[in-house]
């Protein structure tokens, strides 16, 4: 393991990002010091950065704020930023750049809540400064960045959970075990339905607003006039930033159908996606009206749509169960009341990652918690980079599908399309200056 006063000048040594340092207070780093170093207090506090603060961003700093104290706070956006300041508390310090920030000696955690297209950079940045780390879903705008991403936790040694929250909670992870242990039989079909993605424009073209740093927000991105609607909730509606609900829902959902499968360190070998496009100048341009099928190497067909109840069904030769956010139904379920499946045979995860203390909201305050726990232990969070990358490899498999409007042929093994050079060459995308990742 990189210790991490190192790994931290190393990173303000070689990025192109780092920016004159400023003046911190010195704290030791309880999530990866010596063991002579380690402070002794059991009331020692994680000191946590939270980087985008617009919805999600929030909330996840609310609930990390249940295990440390959030006293750095960075958006691009000033008015998000300030409100954010005021819901903490008032003390935290403001950031427009995640890169100063940084800088800080006295961080431990970063929760990241930034749009899609920042993750992969502000995680891989973090994880070489020395920071455990929490980042939304989904986890990543590319499969390359994925790639990317796991080969740096796995240097750095650092602690890394992706908001795939639905791993902790009671209904999603008792459709997975009694899948995995045969419940329904020899599982054939799973279905993954999603909510249908937005359409809309064309959209006016404005100046940025003055508190808005629109160039930072654009990032890697191609540059573009601003408009108020690629940015905040809305730009996962635009393919240049996130990959709508097939990368929004589908990076829940995807992973559940990936989990039950067991195949959550693997992915498909055959991939089939059709969608209609809106096609409006200016306006969202993610499908509309999609679906797609996909073969795995055990043989098992996995269904993306975009029509129907939200939610997965597994369907085996002996039943069926269907899971969402509000039940687990099916009679192999309806007949756990004769034939109890104890937790005791759970074996996905260490069950104890789900306790009852942990409130006021159990899924993702479970989640937080053992993303918490496991920087005391370094163990393996649930959500770990690497089931999360194969999780939404998947969903861009299925978007690069639908936008070649063909059949796909993939290695799971290599993460490379067969014999396909279009497609291998929407593994990435063009990163413009200055803000390219480093690998």
Same mark, same amino acid.
């Given at each position: 393991m990189i210790h991490t006063k190192q790994t931290r000048r190393n990173f303000l040594k070689t990025s192109a990002g780092a920016l004159a340092a400023g003046a911190t207070t010195p704290y030791i780093f309880t999530a990866n010091a010596d063991e &002579?170093? !380690?402070? !002794?207090? +059991? %009331?020692? /506090?994680? /000191?946590? &950065?939270?980087?985008? #603060? +617009? @919805?999600?961003?929030? /909330?996840?700093? +609310? #609930?990390?704020e249940l295990h440390g104290d959030v006293v750095a706070i960075c958006d691009v956006d000033r008015q998000i930023a300030e409100k954010a300041k005021e819901d903490f508390g008032g003390k935290a310090d403001l950031y427009e750049d995640y890169r100063k920030m940084f800088e800080r000696k006295d961080l431990d955690v970063i929760t990241i809540g930034a749009p899609d297209h920042w993750h992969t950079a502000m995680a891989v940045d973090a994880c070489r400064t020395g920071f455990d780390v929490y980042c939304e879903k989904p986890l990543t705008l590319t499969i390359d960045e994925g790639k990317l991403l796991c080969k740096v936790v796995k240097e750095t040694g650092r602690v890394f959970q992706v908001g795939t929250w639905q791993r902790s909670t009671e209904q999603f992870r008792l459709a997975c075990e009694m899948v995995r242990a045969g419940r329904i039989g020899k599982l054939r079909k799973v279905t993954v339905t999603l909510s249908k993605n937005e359409t809309g424009g064309p959209f006016k073209i404005e100046q940025p607003p003055a508190y808005l740093n629109w160039d930072l927000w654009l990032g890697q991105t191609p540059k573009v006039p601003y408009i108020k609607e690629r940015c905040h909730y809305t730009f996962r509606w635009w393919y240049e930033y996130s990959g709508g609900q097939m990368t929004d829902w589908g990076a829940h959902h995807v992973d559940i159908a990936q989990w039950g499968m067991g195949m959550d360190n693997s992915g498909p070998v055959e991939i089939d996606g059709r969608a209609k496009f809106p096609h409006i100048e200016n &306006? @969202? %341009?993610?499908a509309i009206d999609f679906e797609v099928k996909m073969i795995y190497p055990n043989g098992v067909e996995l269904a993306i749509k975009d029509h129907g109840r939200t939610g997965v069904m597994f369907e085996g030769s002996q039943g069926r169960i269907f899971v969402n956010r509000r039940l687990a139904a099916g009679k192999p379920v309806d007949q756990l009341k004769d034939n109890p499946f104890p937790k005791e045979q759970f074996k996905l995860y260490p069950h104890d990652n789900f306790r009852e203390d942990r409130k006021p909201f159990p899924w993702l305050t479970n989640h937080m918690g053992n993303f918490f726990d496991c920087i005391k232990t370094r163990n393996t969070p649930i959500s770990d980079v690497v089931s999360q990358h194969r999780s939404v490899s998947v969903c861009h498999l299925g978007n690069i599908s639908m936008r070649l409007g063909r059949k796909l042929k993939w290695d799971p093994e290599k993460e490379l399309f067969v014999g396909d050079d279009e497609a291998n060459g929407m593994l990435s995308r063009e990163q413009h200056k200055p803000y390219q990742i480093e690998a």
């Open positions: &002579g170093d !380690k402070p !002794k207090s +059991k %009331n020692d /506090r994680f /000191r946590i &950065g939270a980087i985008g #603060m +617009k @919805y999600q961003g929030t /909330r996840i700093a +609310k #609930m990390a &306006g @969202y %341009n993610v």
